[in-house]
């Protein structure tokens, strides 16, 4: 009986996911032309500075020469730093070169791929419309997506909230391989509910990209746009991101934008892959790291009238133990021993403070963001090689914020040593298109 009940749902879902795959409504590259709103009008806000003296715990001088040093790697290529250093931004700087068969250089307007950055901009969109009274972040996912389907029926129990902290109740990286493949990730989402249920909906953590782009579903039902127009009405134009966008056309029509490599200078460029932009909630934003650099100097709170504190608060807030990035940090556990999970953010006790992070990497493109919302203070990068050795940029910035003695984080000098995997992903070229959080070296990461 149970077989058969089995094999009806998945020919129902196979016969939904055909039909749906034939009108995904989510921006493509022939929605370039367009405006990302339509014609709408944005009042878009003043840029802050670049403060390039006073008084500061940063040896920027330093800082400068050591990244120098870093993009002459034989598997780097090009590289951005921003740093906000008491709410002042203090260091904006491109290195290296946009291409490998390019004189190019990056600079602070060059657009990357964020990647799994994009989660936190997916839950602080999210949040901004639970703190309008649009919805409840504890209210059922099942409200507003009609394509999550979970095992058991628990898309009536999984809420908003539990999909924005990866909460879901199956194992990691669920259906990312047939997202990869070409299927639809509205159909994929259904299939979700033939896997097996790993744990109770809301206790365990496991780290999503196909279920976790529901959050796309809520933003684009409640605003009743496309979620690239939703971020720029609400989030991009206001804190004056001028570059951030959230499709591959986008990207591929920015000025200056840098081109994906699986290794080095030595390799070639790659083509950019459309997959994870068909989850932009999860892995389909772009932006230059002066875009990045205001957006984090937003999430310390210095952007009220965009990103209300209460509602920073909510996504920065730990609700899930993470011991499985305890153990991929294991070489930075001096400095961040204990992780959590809140809505799209990483939340760490970096040496007795309190700071918020996350990584992000796809085919070609790597990025991080570390910061000490108390202190105003924090660090965002973006490269463009398959490498996860500038990981170790966020700890040097962090460290002299902190006062901290110097560690050679980025191994230039010999520095801590690396597990194998760290090593192999330092020269090995990087993993199949998937938006995760670089550095292991692993595909799949729970």
Known sequence: MLKNIEAGLGLFLLLVGSSLAT?????????????????????????????????????????EARLNRLVEAENMVGLAVGVVENGQIRFVKGFGTVASNSQERVTEHTVFRWASLSKGVAADMVALLASRGQLSLDEPISRYSSNLRLPNGNETRVTVANVLAHQLGVHGHAHDARLEGGEDPRYLRQLHAMLPQSCEPGTCHAYQNVGYDAATDVIERLTGKT??????????????????SA??????????????HRGGRGSRPEEVLEPYYRVPSAGGVNGSIMDLTLWMRAQMGLAPEVLPQAMLDTVQTPRVNTPGENGRRRIYAERTPTSSYGLGWRIFDYAGHKVVAHRGGVLGYRSLIMFDPARKSGVVALWNSGTGRPAGIEYEVMDMIYGLPHRDWLRLDGGPAASPREQAEETDAAPAERPREHGTGARRRP
Not at 42 to 51: F, G, R, S, T
Not at 233 to 240: K, Q, R, S, V
Request: net charge negative; glycine share 8%; hydrophobic share 40%.
């Open 227 to 244: 979620f690239e127009e939703a971020l720029t009405e609400n989030i991009f134009a206001p804190l004056g991101m001028a570059n951030a």
């Open 247 to 260: 499709s591959r056309g986008r990207l591929l029509a920015s000025q200056s934008w840098a081109r994906p």
């Open 23 to 63: 009108g995904c409504s989510r921006a493509t590259d022939a929605d370039v032309g367009n405006s990302a709103t339509n014609g709408t009008a944005i009042a878009k806000a003043e840029v802050p500075p670049v403060v390039t003296s006073g008084p500061s715990a940063v040896d920027y001088a330093r800082l």
